[in-house]
């Protein structure tokens, strides 16, 4: 008999990596080519973003079955104004994520994950407070905006801040497949809810005051 412990929310996470892992690489691209045209749509569509002529926006470098961001990157990079960051895992006791700015020729080292990051100088990164908009990645989420990441809460740490008002920039939009939404997520009290979510099958606003 099996004497395993593992927890709910593991075995969720599991089951929606298996999830996403299992898409065709047919699928995936054209996940990607949608996603990437509802993120063009929602920056000029958001009343929000749309009064800023160049915005800070923090994306990450998909893994593991992760909704492409190769070309949503592509894109702001090539066809829009606005400077794109790349989150560093700062080596600091509180977990706080640092983000530099990520461009073609951006120098890159794998970091303790093996992830890619931008091997630029401390003094150039920022912190979270300096963006307008972030493109998280997750496992899973909900309609209720309630995010389940890898585990490591290194987004939820950074963002901490927000839990004193939603109101408060940067705007946190999750970027997934639509099948990693569930119908409930088990919310903890250190979790910062998103304030929409971004699939192939469009733009969720989660926050009408701020969306």
Not at 84 to 112: D, Q, R, S
Not at 165 to 174: M, Q, R, T
């Amino acid at each position: 008999m099996s004497t395993s412990t593992s927890h709910p929310s593991d075995l969720l996470r599991k089951q929606l990596r298996l999830q996403r892992q299992s898409l065709s690489p047919a699928q995936q691209t054209q996940h990607a080519q949608l996603a990437q045209q509802h993120l063009a749509h929602f920056l000029a569509s958001t009343e929000f973003l749309h009064t800023q002529n160049k915005l800070n926006i923090a994306f990450f470098l998909a893994q593991d079955g992760e909704l492409s961001t190769d070309l949503a990157i592509q894109y702001l990079w090539h066809s829009s104004p606005h400077k794109v960051w790349l989150p560093i895992l700062k080596t600091n006791p509180t977990g706080h994520m640092a983000f530099a700015e990520y461009t073609p020729n951006t120098p890159m080292k794998k970091n303790k994950f093996a992830i890619l990051e931008p091997d630029l100088p401390q003094s150039t990164w920022v912190s979270g407070q300096a963006l307008d908009l972030v493109l998280m990645p997750l496992v899973g989420f909900d309609a209720s905006g309630n995010r389940m990441g890898m585990g490591g809460g290194y987004y939820d740490r950074t963002f901490q801040f927000k839990q004193q008002s939603s109101k408060i920039p940067p705007l946190l939009i999750g970027w997934a497949h639509r099948c990693q939404q569930v119908e409930q997520l088990p919310v903890n009290p250190w979790d910062i809810p998103l304030d929409g979510i971004i699939t192939e099958a469009g733009a969720l606003n989660l926050s009408p005051p701020i969306i």
